[in-house]
């Protein structure tokens, strides 16, 4: 979708007559979970504070306001802040960011120092796989990593690397499956006729009448917004942006 000729597939998937296409995207979910799991006090309250994370890292590190922040200065911190999930290296960084490589990896050593939290996060995690095989998303269910302890160096860090991110991104994938269980009764109760029709990573896509939309973008916010409840409780918001348009690139 970065592109326009991903653009132009998104522009495709129309509604079909009288109705409209309705996205709802859970926004930033892994760095939420991260603030949540790694428990980053700044992140958080960033978070809560409705800030834009991405410029608040940046003032973080670089010392540069956040009123009227170039945005080079933005990008690099918002590649840091997703690449540091992924278990980015400098050498990643260094070709994502087009600077050299020990650029890169000033920026990380930066981040940590920061954000201690993270990596604190990231060492527990590593620890606690390699332990017992497994690591468990917030809702307790088990991602396994038998090769964490292999003694192959590469499989192993793919390992460690898999492990640190299925806390976030199975979390993730946990919630949005919740939300997409509690959102049809949800609907039914409201005499809507919304159809849900696709999952695409952190986000839902209706097929909605054009009279009902105004009716059924807060349901379906307000229940994936709360998803999580009640067998877990977040200190950290989660947000989700829905718009409705006649084609999947224009409800984006």
Known sequence: M?????????????????????SADYSQIELRLLAE??????????FRDGLDI????????FGVPVKDMPGEIRRRAKAINFGIIYGISAF?????????????????????????????YMEETKAFAKKNGYVATLFGRKCHYPDIAAGNPSLRAFNERAAINARLQGSAADIIRRAMVKIEPALTKAKLNAKMLL????????????????KTLPIVKRIMEE????????SVPLQVDARAAHNWDEAH
Do not use: C, W
């Open 199 to 214: 999952q695409v990573h952190d986000e839902l896509i209706f097929e909605v009448p054009e009279g009902e939309v105004a």
């Open 227 to 234: 998803a999580p409840m009640p067998a877990v409780s977040l």
């Open 37 to 46: 799991v790694a428990d980053v006090p700044a992140l958080r309250k960033a």
């Open 2 to 22: 970065r592109t326009e000729e991903g653009r132009k597939i998104r522009r495709a998937f129309i509604a079909e007559p009288g109705a409209q296409l309705v």
């Open 54 to 61: 991405h410029a608040m890292t940046a003032s973080e590190m």
């Open 92 to 120: 990643g960084l260094a070709n994502q960011l087009a600077i050299p490589r020990d650029e890169a990896g000033a920026y990380i050593k930066k981040y940590f120092e920061r954000f201690p939290g993270i990596r604190d």
